[in-house]
């Protein structure tokens, strides 16, 4: 029977070991979970064979086995915003993700991820997401319903052939030119979720104009060329014009903020607007736009 309540599996091919049980194996691996939560996933069936069948808490460590079990996270806060599911076909579902809400299961959060609310809503656990925003954005995400047609999907994105168009709230840019395109290397900074440019060939590439200019905020286009960790943001930071309610860039907002706003009072101001592609399969131009408003 299918698992409608998340995400799909994550699978390990068990490395070699001195292990006798696949229990023990899986206690070893990951230390941060208590053998009493292990044992409690195998009564409810959590822990299964590369075939989705339920493995006893006794079945013996086979190397180079496949095995399938599924992320938890105890007490698991709820994020109070919902999505919008804006198309649904046999092979894309695209959906309009709310600020605060991640794409994808991440630290703390597994049931409260875009990912696991569509797979329970739709009732498909072939749903993958082709691309990613961060969770503090908002606006479209598109996702493969399909392993079938995955593949003519995805290479949308590896060959840079769909247009994303972003809009944000940032402060005035008076002294520059618009519109205008800005490239650097970015590499990861510290702590490990922050991004932070470099010297060197430009790895990243973003074409920057203005919307609406009122007073000391203005509204911004912003058409990511690359697709690089929070590119969209570290490159406004560095015109000068960190995006509205930023708590990583320029600076962190306070240790250990990771780039979660303090409350749900103050979203980012940044909103993934528009995917633009000719469809792989039938060829024909598709465009998605955001309900959503900053």
């Not at 996933?41 to 822990?47: E, I, K, T």
């Not at 599924?70 to 996270?73: D, I, K, M, S």
């Not at 598109?142 to 999907?153: E, W």
């Given at each position: 029977?299918?698992?409608?309540?998340?995400?799909?599996?994550?699978?390990?091919?068990?490395?070699?070991?001195?292990?006798?049980?696949?229990?023990?194996?899986?206690?070893?691996r990951f230390p941060a979970i208590s053998r009493e939560v292990w044992l409690d996933?195998?009564?409810?069936?959590?822990?299964q064979d590369a075939g989705g069948a339920s493995l006893a808490v006794d079945a013996p460590y086979r190397t180079g086995a496949e095995i399938r079990y599924?992320?938890?996270?105890a007490d698991e806060a709820p994020i109070p915003?919902?999505?919008?599911?804006?198309?649904?076909?046999?092979?894309?579902?695209?959906?309009?993700?709310?600020?605060?809400?991640?794409?994808?299961?991440?630290?703390?959060?597994?049931?409260?991820?875009?990912l696991a609310r569509l797979v329970q809503r739709l009732g498909?656990?072939?749903?993958?997401?082709?691309?990613?925003i961060d969770r503090d954005t908002a606006?479209?995400?598109?996702?493969?319903?399909?392993?079938?047609?995955?593949?003519?999907?995805?290479?949308?994105f590896r060959q840079r052939r769909i247009r994303k168009h972003y809009e944000a709230i940032a402060p005035a840019l008076p002294g520059l030119s618009f519109p205008l395109t800005h490239a650097s290397r970015l590499e990861k900074g510290e702590p490990f979720f922050r991004m932070r440019?470099?010297?060197?060939?430009?790895?990243?590439?973003?074409?920057?104009?203005?919307?609406?200019?009122?007073?000391?905020l203005w509204r911004y286009a912003l058409e990511p060329v690359t697709g690089r960790k929070h590119q969209l943001r570290v490159h406004m930071a560095a015109l000068g014009a960190p995006i509205l309610n930023d708590r990583v860039y320029p600076h962190l907002a306070s240790p250990g903020a990771g780039g979660m706003p303090a409350d749900f009072t103050q979203p980012l101001k940044l909103r993934a607007r528009a995917l633009v592609f000719d469809d792989p399969l039938s060829g024909v131009e598709r465009r998605f736009e955001s309900t959503l408003q900053l």
């Open positions: 029977m299918r698992d409608y309540h998340g995400p799909a599996a994550s699978r390990l091919q068990l490395p070699p070991g001195p292990w006798r049980t696949v229990l023990d194996g899986l206690c070893a996933r195998f009564a409810r069936g959590r822990v599924f992320r938890e996270v915003f919902q999505e919008t599911v804006l198309h649904v076909d046999a092979h894309l579902v695209v959906a309009d993700k709310p600020h605060f809400l991640p794409v994808i299961p991440a630290g703390g959060h597994v049931r409260e991820t875009l498909n656990p072939d749903l993958v997401p082709l691309h990613r606006g479209l995400v598109l996702f493969s319903a399909n392993p079938a047609t995955r593949d003519a999907y995805q290479s949308l440019e470099v010297d060197g060939v430009p790895n990243s590439e973003t074409r920057i104009d203005v919307i609406e200019r009122a007073g000391a």
